[in-house]
Every structure is written in structure tokens, then in C-alpha cells.
């Protein structure tokens, strides 16, 4: 046996430590509502954006083709976090505004990701979901700003985090005051190279019989490369992940950020074929936003 | 060098170091001949049974379910892979027997692991696909002594390999004048111990991006638990796999060797609807035996 | 993309990318002056201290035996991480003013983490060094905002990350203004369990490579066990250290914080011996503070 | 805390499991005898030599150096595992003969590799020492057989197996009737790619606290870089390593295999000074061999 020490027994010992994460706590799971879209129930909710807003009619374009392809949720980066001091680190209040103007245009909720507990009361003016990406998954100053918030916040798996650490660290958003917290399986980090991280679909069941939390996955992310986003993608929704986190620009090769894992629209929709077939055939269907024609 | 470090592009190069496994060789990719069973087609093969070979009774018991329920090959182990010498080694030839007589009764074809190269021809005698375990991915003599059979080999991935090490593993078996290799992602080992392995699903379109060779998921060694089994069996077949490796007993609870891992015949069934569903709404189906009634 | 495949060419390409933290910047390598400790020059220096303040009595006591054993400077947490939002915090503003106290009582100065962009200016007010914790390697904004300092500061590194990253999470302090960068190793996780983390030593010589800046070895939160620090402390010496971070308590039985892993004051007394015959053996010596009697 | 069901109870109770490599069947510690030299004791043993045997020039000029500079033991692979099998892949017997004739000019034991059952027998005759690789940590067919040779074997740590998997690997050797099995530690794999591998020390005091046979590090592996190995040496006897084993080749630029990571002689010359020195501060020293003049 490999990882002899693997139990479920230490996970229901823990469930003391996350006793508002643990799933007894719901036992039917728990729905939330993102501006009238609802994440956790049968049907699968896609959200989608460029990795960046970059500028006003990149943001629009592509949101608009989100929407139109049945996107529910707008994703878009306003503050970056870059491995270098020297790359693009996101056009900051101006990106959270234009991000404002494509929720107006196009009726989707935002998510974008926040890094600093001095702009939390900032992005929480502009956007319907907080994302904390995976290298803040354990800054617990921020863990505890996003818990006094009254948005929901989606909760990113930190690259090699485990579960225990990761629901612990939903933990502190709950025990801060705030219910509406959404889990991000994002890919973790493993020798292999030929791809950017590697997507851990375990987690997904794992989580879901140890927390009451819906839970997203982000093949993006998981795989670094476009052409492997649908198959995954579509993995994700087999497993029973209760929505997907895709990246989507309007023209990737010109993209200031992760350029090689966005689909282009066209991409984009050929993936949500694919997967309204699928979902379907396992008795879900994907989410239909009330604001869609 | 072990880490060589590698990006997609590094593959490309490489496929002048795996130019026999190398996709290039057969770009519409390979198909395996398995007594009959097709394995790299449009349809997904189930290859299922216990971990090990224990009696008669629990052999045959569990393959005729296995093929009752639609299952393709046989699987079961003689000669066991076990971390303490103190542990069930296997019956051995007494165990290569039984499945002979399995498959006289069920006319499934029958695979099972060999370890050791003094054994390679016995085994031959009996099995139609020979089995390398993921600790033996790097074994070379036994991979130059599998690649002298007339027998398909699956080769598991190492829990630690990188897909570069893995295909230059398959390379050995082909250089060696076996082109009938089956690749199979079992599970890499992370920092994660909630699940005995984590299944890295992205191994699988990336594989078939860089060989021609077929793929095979195990999601019962992936795991480690029967109840994660079904959800990440259909992720694996919604990503793309060729077919499933699964753990089927007949009394899991009493099983020799990785019980906690194996589905009752039950959870079989109930598996393997789900899966007809689910491959044919991908266009797909489950692979029909000929022998099938 | 976080998976960049590097090898030390590619490292020769990116002292481009870290032109600050690159050992062409300061071929001869950086001495750092922490009120009158010099890091990074022939002379081993030792910071020893609680993981937490935790009263007055436990703090002073052990200050007092590490001035008296040879210690330089004085570590203790006010702002504790913790993956559970149930535990111990940290005593925040009192601890750090238990911190002055011990510093005018000694003569040590101090080093302490900080976690929260909105308290560097306090910390600053008291500590000697700023700690950025392993969990805060990638802080985008506290690295900013500590580059905006006077004061130096200790970057330890995160559990996972690579030297590249390293150096680029370095590098944003040193864009950001401020020069006095301190390097730590603490261990990566690896499979491992029968240490809390595992000492990558080899980072050691590796880092003074590829930059110009001190680089500390804290063989505490390296093993998880106190009886295991000094062996890896005399390890780390022998390998190039320019110092060691080694928790230190009056009571480790009792410590609200790390207890298995802290020294008692009589196992750091044996250390220091130890250090002490080893580092001149090396030709080094342990550093003495101009303050030291 | 990280890694928190880390914890040595859980090793106390599974020396129940390796009743044989467990400390308490002697708790002084085992010296193993190969031909006069003896490991595990006070000083430190030295086996030196080429990766691969390649000529017999180069293998008597490399081991009259090793010789003459105060090594012990001559190692040099005759079979040689190779990720491609396009590599070099060893001068097999030629490879033993010429070892055999090394040992016959320089009195110094040999250390070789095994890694087919189907060829103990052959190796036995020329080595003093069998080397199990770490890709063979877990060839169990192969454990067993050289548990039944009276030849000591030095059995490799696998790239990223636990502790505890590697002393029930070990144990598969004692059970077979060996009593003479020399661990080895030769470096993880990790997700840095600057080094080749990254070396863990913490395993050594670990491993000597768990078992009683000696231990020894393999920096050359450990680090893949000729000049990280003397550091990374002094850290392993600092650590209490019991010797080293080290890659050093008369002319490492037109070495047949591992080039990059090999000592040329005098690089091993200064090493081996460095390492007198700081094993006598250690109150340890070197090993002097009985035929040495």
C-alpha cells in the first residue's frame, strides 16, 4: 500500500477542527446564490473570462460571447499575481470598473480575485464573487477580511495544499461571519512538466462527502494548455464538479496573461456543446441563467 | 538525467528519442488485439476483476459476473507486488491455473502481472496480456524480456514517472520487437493522503497527443476507495480513455489484498450502467465482447 | 506559467529576470548589517528564540539564555499562521512590546513575521528584521509593501516553490527599495512523514549560486523534532549557511506553539558547542555580537 | 502544521512490520564487513569511483587514484539502467572482468550493480558489495534473491519512496537470510529542476534512529552537479552519515554516462582533504583502509 496512513477516519476526527466546513453541518449541500445564479445544485455552472480585463473592448467582446454561449458568471483578473515584479500586474480599479461596465451590458455576475485585505472593501463594491487565488489560500489576514464581507467568496486550492489544510482554510471565511464559500480545485503541482499543473479530480467526490461547500474545478489552470481544457473540462462535470472556471479570450495569442491555456471563443463553443450533451446524459444539464434570452 | 526539464516542445524533440512509440508512427493511433477484444477503437474496454487470485470459488464467482455484467477481460494477480515480505506474495502458478480455468468458463481474456523475468514465459503460457506493475516501470531487463513475447504487455505508469520516463519505458518493450504495448495511468502519489494515489487524468489526452499507444485508467488503484471508483471511472472515460482497469470482488470485505479499493459486484453493476450511458452520449459505447450472448 | 522547466542554463537566462536578486550584482556577495549583526559574511550567525511569545516570563528567560549561549538575535512570533482559525494567534501588538523589552534587557536585536500589509508599519516600529513567512513567499502586496521599508527583511522560502520563484519573490523586495534581503531554507514537503518537512540543503549552495544575498538555514521547522535540529543545524553549517533560525524554548513541554520541535535551553547549549568546534573547523567560527560579554 | 500526521509513534509501531531492520535488534548499531573494510562504525567509509565502467584505462586510472587519495571502496557499474533504451547500457561482464582486475591492482573491495535476477550469480563472483538501485528498490524477485547471496548488498533509497517502504524493502533482504544490507540515501525527487535531485539529509539521523544498519549518502545523485557534491559531502558527515559514495572519473567530459555530476581527481583530491579535516573536528575521521600504505 502506498499512502498507508490514508484514511477517512482522520477526515471524520478533523471534522471537530472544520466543524462549520464539515459536511454534517448541510448534509444536502449548500446552494449559493451569486445575483440570482445558483451554484451547488443539479446543474453545472460555467463561468468564464479572460485571465486578465486587459482593456475595454477585449472585456466586452469576450463577455459578450460568454454570455451568448450561455455563460453564467464573468471571470476576469483586475489584480494579477505574477511570479516576476516586471510582468503586467492588471490595470487594478480601472479593470474592476470595466468589469462593472460588462456586468452592466451583459447581466452576468463577476468574480475576480482579490490579494490585499486593504482593497477587499474596494473589489467588494465592484464584483458579485471574490476569488482568492491558490498562493493566498492560507494569508489568513485576507481569509479573515473576506469573512466579515457579506459577497460570496470562491476559495482557491493552494497548488499543494491538502484537503485538510484547504478546508481549514475555508474555515476561517466562515468562522469570520461569512456562509458563502465556494471550494476551486485548480490543479496541483507535480513532477510532470508537460503540463502546467496537474488536475486532481479526486479532490472533487473527496471534498464533497467531507464539506457541504460546492465545488468548482478550473481546468484552465489544471491543464496550462487550451487544447486539453474541454477534455478535462469535461472530466471535471463527469466527476461531479458543480460548475467550471474556464478561461476565454477573444484573441489568446495577443493575451497579456496566460494566453496559451485560453480557448478562444470559438473553442469556447464548441466545449459547451459538448458538455450540454453530457450533462445532460448524466441527468444535470448545465445552469441556464434567468437574464438569458 | 532524471529531471530533465521538458515543455510540450521538448516532446516534440523527444519523439526522436521514442521514435517507435512516438505518435508520428501511427497518427490515427494503434489498435490492440486482445483474443479478440479490440483495445484503441471508438469503444471503451473493461478489463475487471480481484486484485489477487485467492480460491477457485472467489475467482470464478467474480469472473462470470465480470462477464454477465459486460466486462471484456479478465483481470487478476498471481504474483503480488507487496511492500512487506510478510504480506500475501500470491498464489502463483496455482493462481495462473485458476485464471486459465476462469477464462475456459467465461471466455474472457485473461491479464495478469509478472514481476520477475524467469517467469515471463510460464506467464506467457497462460495470460493474454502481461501486466507490468508501476513499480517495475523502470525494471529494464524485464522490459527487454517482455518485449521478446508474442504477448501484448500493459505497462502501468511509475507512481513517480514522468510521462518522458513512461514512454521511453514502452519504448524498451518495442525497441525490443513487442509493438503491442497498452499504456495505463494508475495514480501518481501526492502530498495528498486522503485517497491513496491521485489520479492524474491529464496523463491521459496528453499520452495520446505524444503516442499512438492506447490508454487505460485505473481509477481502483487511483483511489483507493470503492466509492470514489464509479465518478472517477466515468471522468476517465469522459477525458478520453480507451478503456477502465477496475477491482471487482466478490466479498470485498474479506479480500487478501486491497479490499478497501475493490467494488462489490453490485457497485459493478451499477457502474457499468452508468458508463453505457455516459460512453454513448459521448458517441462512444462500451466495447461488446463477441463472445457476449 | 509556474511549471517553468529551468536547468542552470535557463537560470543563467533568468538573472535577467531577478538583474537585483543575481549573484552578478554583488559577485563577492551580500553582508547585511542587522543593528551590528553582519549576515553573510565568513561568520556563522545564530537567531534563536520561542516560535511565540507567549508571556514575559518565557520570553525573557530565553532570550536571556540565548544572549548567554551566543545567540545574535532573538526570534518570536506575535502574529502567528496557523491552519485552524481555532488556535493560538499570537499576542499581536503586546507581544511585540514584549519583544522591545527583551531587546533592551539583552542587547539582541529582533526578528519577528509579519503577515499583514496594514501592520508592517508597527512591526517595523519594533523588530529589528521582518519575517515573511513560508505561506507568504508569494504575497504580492506584502512584498511591496516590505520593499517599502528600512528595516531588513527575511524572506523564508515557500513549501513547494521553486528557486526561480524564489528569487523572483525576493526581487520584488528589492524593486520595491530595499536592498536588505535575507534568504531562508525551512524545508519542502516531500512524501515523507516521519518529518514534518524535509531540509533541501542543496538549495543552499544553489541560492549563493545564483544570488548574491545571505542565506539562512532553519533546521527547526525543517524536521518537526528537536532532537533531530542539531545534526541538520551542524549539516547546514557544513554546506554554507550563513546563519541559522532554531527554535529555542524555557519549556517546550508547555510551548502553546511548536513544542516537539523546539530546543530546550540545555539542547541548545550542546548545539552551540557543538557549532562552535565544527564552524572553526570549516574555518568560519560562530559569529560574535559586539554586545556578547 | 504541514505534515501533521507526522509522527515517530507510527514508525515505533510498525518496527513491529521490519522486526529485523528495526533498531531495537541492535540498538549499538551493525557494522558491516566487505572485505576488511568496515562500515557503521566510528569513521567515515569512502567508495569512490566512475559511474559506468567504460574502458580499462579508464577504470585502473580512476581506481588508483581513489586509492592512492584515501578511498576504500572502488564502485563503477558494469550494468547500467538507463531511462532510454538507446543509452549506453554497460560493458556487462566485460564491465565485472575488468573491476576484478581493478580490485586485483588497488586491493580495493568493488561495488557494483544488479539488477537481474538471472545474473546475482554471475555478479556475486566479482563484487564485494551488490548494489540494489533505486528504481529496483521494489523489484521484490530481485530482494529475494540477493537475500540469498553472502555478499553484502547496498540497497539505493527509491526516488521518492517513504521511509518506511524502504526499510520494509530492506527487510525483504534480512528475511531471505542477508544480514549484511547498507542503506543508502542518493537524493528525491522534488519539484526543483536546478538540481538533478534533491538530497535528504533529514533521512539519515531518521534512519538511524529506526534501524540499525548503516547509512550511506550519495551526493553525486543527490545533486547532479560535480561542484555541489564536496559541500553537500560535508553536510552528509556532518549529518552522521557513515561514509559516501561518489561518482569521480578521470575525465569527466568524455564520460559515458552521468559526466556532469562526476568529481574529476582532483576535485576529489581537495574533497577528500576538506572531508579529513572535518570528520576529525567531528570526532569521527576518515576510514584507512588496512592495505593502504
Not at 448541510?26 to 451554484?39: E, F
Not at 453530457?278 to 441563467?289: C, D, E, H, I, T
Request: hydrophobic share 40%; aromatic share 4%.
Amino acid at each position: 500500500m502506498e499512502n498507508e496512513s490514508c484514511n477517512t477516519d482522520q477526515f471524520d476526527l478533523n471534522t471537530l477542527a472544520y466543524h462549520r466546513a464539515g459536511r454534517h453541518n448541510n448534509p444536502s449541500g449548500t446552494i449559493i446564490d451569486v445575483s440570482g445564479v445558483k451554484i451547488g445544485g443539479r446543474e453545472v455552472v460555467i463561468m468564464a473570462g479572460p485571465c486578465a480585463v486587459e482593456s475595454q473592448e477585449q472585456l466586452l467582446t469576450t463577455a459578450n460571447a460568454v454570455q451568448d454561449l450561455g455563460g453564467n458568471i464573468l471571470r476576469g483578473g483586475a489584480f494579477k499575481p505574477r511570479s516576476s515584479p516586471y510582468s503586467f500586474q492588471g490595470l487594478e480599479e480601472e479593470g474592476l470598473k470595466l468589469l462593472k461596465k460588462a456586468r452592466q451590458q451583459t447581466g452576468l455576475p463577476v468574480i475576480t480575485e482579490v490579494m490585499d485585505t486593504r482593497v477587499v472593501e474596494m473589489v467588494c463594491d465592484y464584483a458579485d464573487v471574490l476569488q482568492i487565488g491558490s498562493r493566498n489560500m492560507q494569508n489568513f489576514p485576507l481569509l479573515k477580511e473576506v469573512g466579515q464581507c457579506r459577497k460570496p467568496v470562491m476559495l482557491k486550492r493552494g497548488m499543494n495544499a491538502t484537503l485538510d489544510e484547504y478546508l481549514l482554510a475555508a474555515e476561517y471565511i466562515l468562522a469570520g461571519g461569512n456562509p458563502n464559500v465556494i471550494l476551486c480545485e485548480r490543479g496541483i503541482r507535480s513532477f510532470e512538466t508537460a503540463y502546467r499543473n496537474t488536475m486532481d479530480l479526486n479532490a472533487v467526490p473527496m471534498l464533497k462527502k467531507l464539506s457541504h461547500l460546492p465545488v468548482i474545478v478550473d481546468p484552465s489552470h489544471g491543464t496550462g494548455h487550451a487544447w486539453m481544457v474541454p477534455d478535462l473540462a469535461k472530466a471535471a462535470v463527469a466527476v461531479g464538479a458543480d460548475g467550471l472556471l474556464v478561461e476565454v479570450h477573444n484573441n489568446p495569442d495577443n493575451a497579456l496573461c496566460d494566453g496559451p491555456q485560453s480557448l478562444s471563443i470559438q473553442q469556447f463553443e464548441l466545449m459547451m456543446e459538448d458538455l450540454k450533451i453530457l450533462s445532460k446524459a448524466l441527468g444535470r444539464g448545465l445552469y441556464v441563467s434567468e437574464n438569458a434570452i
